[in-house]
T-cell receptor, first 113, second 112 residues
Framework: DGGITQSPKYLFRKEGQNVTLSCEQN?????MYWYRQDPGQGLRLIYY???????QKGDIAEGYSVSREKKESFPLTVTSAQKNPTAFYLC????????????FGQGTRLTVV | QQQVKQSPQSLIVQKGGISIINCAYE??????FPWYQQFPGKGPALLIA?????SEKKEGRFTISFNKSAKQFSLHIMDSQPGDSATYFC???????????FGAGTQVVVTP
């Protein structure tokens, strides 16, 4: 069945390490997004991509990187430059158009140890 | 700077009561206003959405009221049930591709 798959569900990182979060969708959506969720702050946009091989910075892109080599995949790398990476990360995708609905994955909880 | 302001941060309502969550925005270019429901440890799921040319939309126990001139919109949950206990986010669409600005969220607890 169609949807968005994020993996892993939980991820632990040592300080100074880069880690990559996976996001795959089989909805044939053009646009994909990464959001960061912290308690009391809602969802903040990190990066988004509307077509393959193109992506744009969101509101809090510093310390993160992405790639979009395939329509189905939009991995997020949390680099050592991200000062406070512990958070819940959500991937979403959508079609363009008037009745656009963003579908979300189940999230990855990243903890720095 | 938060483009969509949501209140209250949390609310407790008795079973059968009405939950009301309010949101306000500044950017008149927003053209679509969805509400998302999120359970702990899960991703948000679309609950109901409205366009700015409509003043009210109802789906089951959930109703959105929209006031374009005041740049405000609200979610009403009628006959609240314990299963409605979740965090609710209002959002506003920035462009036709679906990029969203979210409010900070409201944690709703429905007591038996």
């Amino acid at each position: 069945d169609g949807g968005i798959t994020q993996s892993p569900k939980y991820l632990f990182r040592k300080e100074g390490q880069n880690v990559t979060l996976s996001c795959e969708q089989n909805l044939n959506h053009d646009a994909m997004y990464w959001y960061r969720q912290d308690p009391g702050q809602g969802l903040r946009l990190i990066y988004y991509s509307q077509i393959v091989n193109d992506f744009q910075k969101g509101d809090i892109a510093e310390g993160y990187s992405v790639s979009r080599e395939k329509k189905e995949s939009f991995p997020l790398t949390v680099t050592s430059a991200q000062k406070n990476p512990t958070a819940f990360y959500l991937c979403a995708s959508s079609l363009s158009g008037e009745d656009t609905e963003a579908f979300f994955g189940q999230g990855t909880r990243l903890t720095v140890v | 700077q938060q483009q969509v302001k949501q209140s209250p941060q949390s609310l407790i309502v008795q079973k059968g009561g009405i939950s009301i969550i309010n949101c306000a925005y500044e950017n008149t270019a927003f053209d679509y206003f969805p509400w998302y429901q999120q359970f702990p440890g899960k991703g948000p799921a679309l609950l109901i959405a409205i366009r700015p040319d409509v003043s009210e939309k109802k789906e089951g126990r959930f109703t959105i009221s929209f006031n374009k001139s005041a740049k405000q919109f609200s979610l009403h949950i009628m006959d609240s049930q314990p299963g409605d206990s979740a965090t609710y986010f209002c959002a506003a669409r920035v462009d036709s591709w679906g990029k969203l600005q979210f409010g900070a969220g409201t944690q709703v607890v429905v007591t038996p």
